[in-house]
């Protein structure tokens, strides 16, 4: 898969994790352990990323004697989404063009 069109996917899959309600590292991991495997580091940078961008925000919060950082996603990122939305129905028009009479294989 293209290096850039599996960035944009994982980006979106970590704002969607987040958009409900504030989340932290291990919880954003096992939510989306069901869809696509992502190690801690892999995660991290992605929430920097996102973070710079403007896309979540970030608060350190005590919790068992320790600070866990909760990410909330921003109006921005919530935007991301919707656009990744409209994006993915032009990917997927191309895809079923690409496929197309591939149906007997």
């Known amino acids: 898969m293209d290096i850039q069109l599996k960035r944009g996917l994982l980006d979106v899959c970590v704002l969607s994790a987040i958009k409900g309600e504030a989340s932290y590292g291990y919880k954003i991991i096992k939510d989306l352990g069901h869809c696509i495997e992502l190690s801690e580091s892999t995660l991290y940078t992605i929430l920097k990323r996102l973070e710079l961008a403007g ?38 028009s191309i895809y079923q063009f690409i496929m197309k009479g591939d149906e007997a294989l």
């Open 55 to 92: 896309l979540l925000t970030v608060e350190a919060v005590e919790h068992g004697g320790r600070l866990r950082k909760y990410y909330r996603i921003t109006a921005e990122g919530t935007a991301r989404i919707a656009e990744f939305k409209r994006e993915w129905r032009e990917v997927m």
